[in-house]
């Protein structure tokens, strides 16, 4: 059980057991980038803690944010139009947390990833990594209620899910500098 299954009396944070939230909520097809080719692949979020679901549909829409030349607004992002099924509330009440965060810090977070990404021009990383970049700096930066060893796992995590081949690797390098340098 991860750090989001518990709510604050101490009980866990089951998801809903009907057909409809199983068999479309928490099942996504996603395309994945395997070697210059994507693929649609079924991704069961089901799987995964309430926190990692709302760190996903995050990464999804700021994914969506910047993507796109007409940027979409706050409120377009935080709708979760791309998703078809229900959000849980608590996964939604969190990504929209995340997302609102990100975007209203999104200069500063921007600069610590330049910082610490040496030779790398925030252009130059991919739409995914720098979605979960931006994400988990915010984190890092923003909420203290987090353990900083979580936030980073899980940015590794999805990374290894959404990523390239070896991108939980460059998020894990840029993540390890920038939380050191914060310690110190």
């Known amino acids: 059980m991860s750090e989001g299954d518990i709510d604050k009396n101490g009980k866990a944070d089951e998801a809903p057991k009907t057909a409809a ?27 995964y803690g ?25 409120v377009e992002l935080t709708s979760f139009d791309f998703e078809t099924g229900a959000i849980r509330p608590k996964i939604k009440e969190f990504a929209a947390g995340i997302i609102k965060g990100v975007l209203e810090n999104l200069a500063v977070i921007d600069e610590v990833i330049v910082k610490h990404s040496t ?19 915010y984190s890092l930066f923003y909420q203290p209620e987090v353990p900083r060893s979580v936030i980073i796992d ?31």
């Open 119 to 137: 030779n790398w021009r925030i252009e130059r990383i991919s739409f995914v990594d720098r979605a979960i970049l931006r994400l988990s700096v």
């Open 21 to 47: 939230v199983r068999g479309i909520a928490v099942k996504k097809r996603i395309q994945i980038r395997k070697k210059e080719e994507y693929k649609e692949e079924e991704v069961d979020l089901s799987r």
């Open 50 to 74: 309430t926190r990692r679901q709302a760190r996903i549909y995050a990464m999804q829409a700021l994914f969506w944010y910047d993507a796109n030349e007409d940027k979409p607004t706050i």
């Open 154 to 184: 899980e940015a590794i995590e999805i990374a290894k899910v959404f990523g390239g081949k070896d991108a939980y690797k460059f998020v894990n390098g840029i993540l390890d500098g920038i939380d050191r340098e914060k310690r110190e």
